[in-house]
Structure formats: structure tokens, C-alpha cells
């Protein structure tokens, strides 16, 4: 970069029209919530014949999903977007180092070969190579992970210069083998030289994928010894080559650093926490870098040049000193065009993320983020608190690690053959210190990387931004079946509401999924309820409230399909997020709620449930046909069923009502509730009563969830009525 020019290295755009959409919405909508709230209100003031239980519940439930409304609005008030410029960046040799921190964790689920494409990737970056060092977690302390390593290691040699000789975009090598050839924009297609070489470095990838999976055969995948096994940490390198061209190349190679802390029955482990506080400490004795890129292990890097965006906000004098973080959105290389589970999450880092970034800016996101190490340390030595005992108390009795902490650090790269990283990684180091309570990724909820971000970056004053260029930067596995999609909504719900029953509650996020599970709950079965009684819960046609609940209605879900069609998705997504969104509210965050209240009560242990990341072929051919697979836990079928269930008969019943009793007038809101949930969830009833395939509800199941909602019918007119 010309050092004379002041050019800036990144742009941020404020969308006007945007905004003044925003907010002239939320002021609109505003107003009719009051007069819905103010008719709900007036009802315990009239005479009237209509239960007042029932009542008083919707009310509940409409004031709840009100209120969350109002909160949500935060991030449309100024959503903003960023340009970098890399180009503008300072020389090589004045970049600061970087750390990249890839966690697995058992390689049954997270399979060797893929794990080891992301670590081949984030080596390949293009960033100068004696500055990037690759650390890779393996709390499962697999031999195959270890092995898989070393393999990556001797193919990396390889497969580095062959991306930086053709400027080869995607450095993941089984995408970029995968793909076809006009996907892979290669700036030397049709030249000899490249084609022959290219064959060459395939072939050499074909081999090392061979070598993988031959160890995971006949290999210790570490099953046994998951949660007891001690230390290891190994610098990989090749101790002797006879091959001149690999002994030159393995010159400009980054560091790769294999980990596995150890893990004792007896020990609190915390997670994917834990392991990063361990990479934390291990790495800051053996390269020490002042910022961090994490990835999760199948969040491969699609395009090299991420470390250098990210630097354009890091390395920019006005922004850096309290610039925590760089978050860079979720891609995924595995959606289907209908994306039926909705595992793009549209809405976050299309919509929230950027309104985020006009704000305080994005929470840390798990995967694809840039971070300050300092920002990580704590209070204390953010103040430049210069106590050797008390940074002792805080983050441990390791001399090296305190000397990492306290600048002008010269790192050991034969530190790792040392005592020191394998009492850094000990299951006992961190006892009687402040790691996961100030220093480090914090521990008190298994969504580390959101309460780490809230709790420790953001409420001390650190703020981030998030960059979300044209091509992805990061690509990773997306949920592709039903019960991955429950499980994984379920844990970030608990680990959500982990968070807002803490002493850090932030109103404004973490108590969405107890808001979500309680006023769908509510709704999808007190008028349902209701109507098979003939009670009428809701305004008639001809009462000038009717209006209120319709605009109220109507300008929500044409709100939500003005966002769908702006940010380039279709209207058929749009249904799809409907009912998704349903689908989540009435198991992932009730289940998920009720985790985190039970633990909080002690009542059980926090669990982690990895995300599987193993393809079943036939549920791969259903979600890629945009059918749903229901093969998932009868926890999560038997409610979906049940509600289904209930919506369809009160939709008869109210069908008859208004064909008979001519109550269309009295009853026609009550009538569309259930007309609107049998609609968007039509996969459910399909999956009940038509599809014979192994992918359908049970009959069982169909059977269980047709007399719950019989029960709840009867019991709910004794009750209510």
C-alpha cells in the first residue's frame, strides 16, 4: 500500500431508503399492536359471556410475541453494509500473525477426510506463510485425526504452490476437485503446463484421501478414550525428505500444530470451550498471534483472501483499539435449491447481522471470525494490569503463558516438545483460575461463542463488525434432515436461554425462544380450542377492531416476504421459513428452554450433541427433492403431529360451524388460525397420511398424536369451557 495515501481500506453504506422503510413500519405497526392490546385489555372491563381463562392466555400470548417484536427492531433500525479494500493493505512483512483454530471432536460424526480439507484450506490462505499457523483441537484424541494430520501435512506441499502458482480461488481440495471446471474460475484453463499439473495434484489428492480412510479402517478412531486420555501435542513436520522440491516447499509452509487436551472423567471438559481455552494457551507460548480465525471443523476456506479483509477493519487506526471481532457470515456448500429446513439461516446474516452491525455490531458466530487475542484476556489486562500474581490467579501458574500475556513475548517454537503445553492443556490447569468466568471463552452456556461475544466483548466495551463480501469467504455443512435441524435448534435454544436467566440477560436476543415456544403454543391451540366449543375469541367482521387484527396480520407476513424477495431468496423460501419457524417454536425452543431451566436448577448436567456431519444417502436424495424426513425422535414428532392434528379438526369443525350455523361472521378469524397452520404445515400431514416411504411419521406416532389432541380437547373443554 502507498503509505502517502489516506485511501481508506474499508467503506461503510447506510441504506436511507432502507432505514426510512424500517422505521416507518415499526412506527405503523406500532400504533395497531396498541389498539389490539388496548381491545384485549377492555375485555375484563364488559360483561360478557366468552371464558376468561382462554382469554386472559391469548391475551398472554400476544402481549409476549408483542413485546419480542418490539425488541427485534433494534437491528432494522440501522442496518448497514461494508466494502474492504485488501488491496490498500500495508506490505507483507508489516501484517500481523495470525492463529487458526479448527475444532473436531469425534471423527465417527465429523469425518477425518472432510475435517482435513478445512485444515488444508486455512493453511493454503493467502497470507504470508511464517505468519499463519494452523492449530487443530481434537478432544476425541483420535490416532486417525493425528494420523489424517500428518497426511494433510505431506499433501499440503504440494497443494499450496499449485494454488498460489494458478491463483486458485477455492483452497479446499476436495470442493475444488468436486466442482465443475467453469466453477473453479482458474485463470490457467486450457494451458498445458496447469492441466498436467492439475492431474498430478489430483491424483496426489486421490492417494492422501486412500491413506485417510485406510487408517480410520483398521485405526484407533478413539471411541474409547473420547473423555479419558492424557495431553498430546505435536508440531507436524517432516523430519526428512528425499524429494528436493517438497524439502523447499516445506520451508514456506505455515506451522501446523495437532492438540488434544486431556480429558478425565472426573473433570469438567466444557465443551468447545474448553478446548479453545486450551488452544488459547497453547498456542500463546508457541506463536502467540494477536488475532485469531475460528473455524468449525467443516468450515472449509472458499476464498483465500479472508485474513486480509478482516485485516482492512483490524489494521485500521480509527476502528482497531476497541475492535474485538470480524465476523464473516454462514455459507453452506450442501443447500438444495428448496432448502425446505431453512439451514441457510436467511434471516440472521441477511437481516439481523447487518442491523447488528449498525449497532454495537454481530455476537461471535462459532465459525468464520477474525478475533483480537488481547480482546479474549480479560479486564485486567486489557487495563495494562502489570500484577504477576494476580494474572497468575487469573489465567494460571504457567510462567510462559503469563510472559505471552505481557507483550515483547518472543515465542518458542520448541515449545511444544516441552512440559510447559502439556501442563497448558492438563484437565487440572484451569482449576482455582478465571478461565471460562473472565478470561477466555466463557463457560456458563453451551453457546460459547454468543455468550462469549455478549458477555466478555461487548458488555466491556469491545465491538466488532461483520463482512459480508460477494463470494462466500467460509463454506460448511448445512443440516440436511429433520432431526439434525431439532437437535441443533434445541442446543442453541437451551444455550440461549442459558444466557438470558444469567445475570448478563440481554432483553434483546438470548429470551426469543421462551417468547417463540410460549405465544405459539398458546396460539396454535387455546382458539383452536375454542372454536370447537363456539366460543369466539376474536373481533367479528363487522367490529372495527377486526381491521387491527388483520393489518396486524397481514403486514407481518408481507413484512417477512418483503425481506425473503430483498435479499434474493424466493417466495417459495418464504413459505418454507413460515413453516420452519413454527416448527422450531413448538419443539427446538420449548425443549431447549426447559434444558436450560433444568440445569439451572440443577436438576441435570449440560450436555453438548455434536452436529452429525456424515451424509445418509437417502435422506440426502429427500432434502436435495425438497421432501422432509421425519426419521427424528418421537419428542419432537408427537408435538408437530398433535398440533397438526388439533388445527385440522377445529378447521372441520369451524368449517361446519360457518356452513351450518352461519357463525362466518363471528368466528371468521378463528376459522383462518387453523386454516393458515394447516396450509403452511402440509409436509406434516403428507408425512401422516399419504407417504409410504421410510422418511414418513410413523403410524405410531400419527396414532399417539391423534389422542393427545383428543385428550387435550376434552380436558381443555372441562377446563376452559
Not at 523447499?248 to 465443551?271: D, G, I, T
Not at 487440572?428 to 455468550?451: H, Q
Request: proline fraction near 5%; include cysteine.
Amino acid at each position: 500500500m502507498d503509505q502517502s495515501s489516506n485511501a481508506p481500506m474499508h467503506l461503510c453504506h447506510v441504506n436511507k431508503l432502507t432505514i426510512f422503510i424500517n422505521r416507518t413500519y415499526t412506527v405503523i405497526y406500532s400504533i395497531a399492536l396498541s389498539f389490539l392490546l388496548y381491545y384485549r385489555a377492555s375485555f375484563f372491563f364488559h360483561d360478557t359471556k366468552t371464558p376468561i381463562l382462554p382469554s386472559l392466555i391469548v391475551f398472554a400470548a400476544e402481549l409476549v410475541s408483542s413485546f419480542e417484536w418490539l425488541l427485534t427492531q433494534a437491528y432494522r433500525w440501522r442496518p448497514v453494509s461494508r466494502t474492504v479494500f485488501p488491496e490498500r493493505l500495508p506490505e507483507d512483512d508489516k501484517l500481523p500473525a495470525v492463529d487458526v483454530f479448527i475444532c473436531t471432536a469425534d471423527p465417527d460424526l465429523e469425518p477425518t477426510v472432510a475435517v482435513m480439507n478445512t485444515v488444508i484450506s486455512a493453511m493454503a490462505l493467502d497470507y504470508p506463510p511464517e505468519k499463519l499457523h494452523v492449530y487443530l483441537s481434537d478432544d476425541g484424541g483420535a490416532d486417525v485425526t493425528l494420523n489424517g494430520m500428518r497426511e494433510a501435512w505431506t499433501f499440503a506441499k504440494r497443494w499450496i504452490p499449485f494454488c498460489k502458482r494458478y491463483k486458485i480461488k477455492c483452497r479446499s481440495p476436495k470442493a475444488y476437485f468436486s466442482a465443475a471446471e467453469d466453477e473453479n474460475e482458474d485463470g490457467a484453463l486450457g494451458v498445458t503446463d496447469f492441466i498436467q499439473e492439475r492431474q498430478i495434484i489430483q491424483e496426489k489428492y486421490e492417494v492422501f484421501k486412500e491413506r485417510v480412510r485406510e487408517y480410520a479402517r483398521h485405526g484407533d478412531t478413539g471411541s474409547s478414550k473420547r473423555r479419558d486420555h492424557s495431553a498430546v501435542i505435536e508440531v507436524i513436520q517432516e523430519s526428512s525428505s528425499n524429494h528436493a522440491f517438497e524439502e523447499n516447499e516445506a520451508k514456506n509452509m505455515p506451522l501446523l500444530v495437532y492438540v488434544s487436551r486431556e480429558k478425565r472423567p472426573s473433570h469438567a471438559h466444557h465443551f468447545k470451550a474448553g478446548a479453545l481455552n486450551v488452544l488459547l494457551r497453547v498456542s500463546g507460548v508457541i506463536s502467540n498471534s494477536p488475532f485469531i480465525l475460528g473455524l468449525d471443523c467443516d468450515m472449509y476456506c472458499n476464498d483465500p483472501s479472508s485474513a486480509r479483509q478482516a485485516m482492512c477493519f483490524h489494521l485500521d487506526p480509527k476502528l482497531s483499539p476497541t475492535l474485538a471481532l470480524v465476523q464473516f457470515p454462514h455459507k453452506f456448500h450442501n443447500i438444495s435449491k428448496n432448502d425446505i429446513y431453512d439451514s441457510q439461516m436467511r434471516d440472521v446474516f441477511s437481516v439481523l447481522y447487518q442491523g447488528f452491525d449498525g449497532l454495537q455490531g454481530p455476537c461471535v458466530s462459532g465459525t468464520g471470525y477474525y478475533i483480537k487475542r488481547l480482546s479474549l484476556y480479560g479486564k485486567s489486562l486489557k487495563e495494562d494490569h502489570k500484577d504477576l500474581m494476580e494474572l497468575r490467579q487469573s489465567v494460571g501458574p504457567s510462567n510462559e503463558f503469563v510472559k505471552s500475556l505481557l507483550g515483547n513475548y518472543n515465542p518458542n517454537m520448541e515449545m511444544a516438545q516441552l512440559a510447559e503445553t502439556q501442563q497448558l492443556a492438563s484437565c487440572t490447569y484451569e482449576d482455582g483460575t478465571k478461565w471460562g468466568e473472565e478470561a477466555g471463552f466463557l463457560y456458563a452456556s453451551v453457546v460459547e461463542d454468543y455468550f462469549t461475544g455478549f458477555a466478555s466483548l461487548h458488555c466491556k466495551g469491545w465491538n466488532s463488525v461483520y463482512c459480508n463480501p460477494p463470494r462466500p469467504q467460509f463454506l460448511g455443512s448445512g443440516t440436511t434432515n429433520l432431526n439434525d435441524f431439532l437437535v441443533q435448534g434445541t442446543r442453541w435454544s437451551s444455550g440461549l436461554v442459558d444466557v438470558a436467566i444469567s445475570k448478563y440477560c440481554p432483553l434483546i436476543y438470548a429470551i426469543f425462544p421462551i417468547c417463540r415456544f410460549f405465544s405459539l403454543w398458546c396460539l396454535a391451540t387455546i382458539p383452536q380450542l375454542c372454536l370447537v366449543n363456539g366460543i369466539s375469541l376474536y373481533p367479528e367482521v363487522s367490529n372495527s377492531f377486526f381491521w387491527i387484527f388483520s393489518f396486524v396480520f397481514l403486514s407481518s407476513v408481507l413484512r417477512h416476504l418483503y425481506e425473503v424477495l430483498t435479499t434474493e431468496a424466493s417466495l417459495q423460501h418464504w413459505i418454507y421459513e413460515q413453516r420452519i419457524w413454527m416448527m422450531k417454536a413448538v419443539t427446538s425452543h420449548l425443549y431447549g428452554s426447559l434444558d436450560a431451566f433444568m440445569k439451572k436448577f440443577g436438576l441435570r448436567e449440560a450436555s453438548f450433541f455434536l452436529t452429525n456431519k456424515v451424509d445418509d444417502v437417502e435422506q440426502l436424495k429427500r432434502y436435495n427433492a425438497g421432501v422432509f424426513d421425519f426419521q427424528t425422535s418421537a419428542h419432537f414428532l408427537v408435538p408437530l403431529a398433535s398440533l397438526v392434528i388439533l388445527n385440522m379438526a377445529s378447521l372441520c369443525v369451524g368449517i361446519a360451524r360457518v356452513i351450518f350455523l352461519g357463525e362466518l361472521e363471528k368466528l371468521f378469524i378463528q376459522v383462518f388460525i387453523p386454516f393458515y397452520a394447516v396450509v403452511v404445515n402440509y409436509p406434516i400431514i403428507e408425512g401422516m397420511l399419504i407417504r409410504k416411504d421410510s422418511g414418513r411419521i410413523p403410524p405410531s406416532i400419527t396414532l399417539l398424536s391423534a389422542t393427545a389432541s383428543i385428550i387435550f380437547c376434552v380436558l381443555g373443554s372441562v377446563i376452559f369451557m
